[in-house]
T-cell receptor, first 109, second 113 residues
Framework: GIQVEQSPPDLILQEGANSTLRCNFS?????LQWFHQNPWGQLINLFY???GTKQNGRLSATTVATERYSLLYISSSQTTDSGVYFC???????????FGKGTRLSVIA | DADVTQTPRNRITKTGKRIMLECSQT?????MYWYRQDPGLGLRLIYY???????NKGEISDGYSVSRQAQAKFSLSLESAIPNQTALYFC????????????FGEGSRLTVL
């Protein structure tokens, strides 16, 4: 069936380190998004990236649609980057987005 | 003001009470969603609506009902709340089409005692 899998499930980093989060999806997608859930529970849109590469400050994302994966890069991590990162994929315009289970990131000072 | 507004933001209630969570949006989107998140877990879809006359069950609709009062408003009801419905609830919106980006409200934290 349609699946979105994220890895790793948990990640602990020292402040200043870099990291790569991965999202694999089981079929071709029309839409791929990355979200950050901060420790207060808010879900924040990071990237809308069905293909290609985008950058926003210390964060960047790349989706290789033909190989069915997306990567989220966090450089020079800060404690405020802590939280859970979700990717979500839209496989068809008439279905809801399918969410991965998330990667829980803890950045330690 | 937030584009997707949820009320209440926090609610404590007792078992058996009827609870309504409301969502309104100013983004002009036609598609609206309700998700549930349990502590330490991911998001699960409760109901979704593609327009005022189109409402669909998600993966965990039992014990919940919804009403799409207008394009901008989508409410979630718990007819008789039970403790295992204690969770964080999110409303989300998206415009029609393959390229519509999903936007979330700030969440409603519900505790059922």
């Amino acid at each position: 069936g349609i699946q979105v899998e994220q890895s790793p499930p948990d990640l602990i980093l020292q402040e200043g380190a870099n990291s790569t989060l991965r999202c694999n999806f089981s079929d071709s997608v029309n839409n791929l998004q990355w979200f950050h859930q901060n420790p207060w529970g808010q879900l924040i849109n990071l990237f809308y990236i069905p293909s290609g590469t985008k950058q926003n400050g210390r964060l960047s994302a790349t989706t290789v649609a033909t190989e069915r994966y997306s990567l989220l890069y966090i450089s020079s991590s800060q404690t405020t980057d802590s939280g859970v990162y979700f990717c979500a994929a839209l496989f068809s315009g008439n279905t809801p987005l399918v969410f991965g289970k998330g990667t829980r990131l803890s950045v330690i000072a | 003001d937030a584009d997707v507004t949820q009320t209440p933001r926090n609610r404590i209630t007792k078992t058996g009470k009827r609870i309504m969570l409301e969502c309104s949006q100013t983004k002009g989107h036609d598609r609206m969603y309700w998700y549930r998140q349990d502590p330490g877990l991911g998001l699960r879809l409760i109901y979704y609506s593609f327009d005022v006359k189109d409402i669909n069950k998600g993966e965990i609709s039992d014990g919940y009902s919804v009403s799409r009062q207008a394009q901008a408003k989508f409410s979630l009801s718990l007819e008789s709340a039970i403790p295992n419905q204690t969770a964080l609830y999110f409303c989300a919106t998206r415009r029609t089409g393959d390229s519509g980006e999903l936007f979330f409200g700030e969440g409603s934290r519900l505790t059922v005692l």
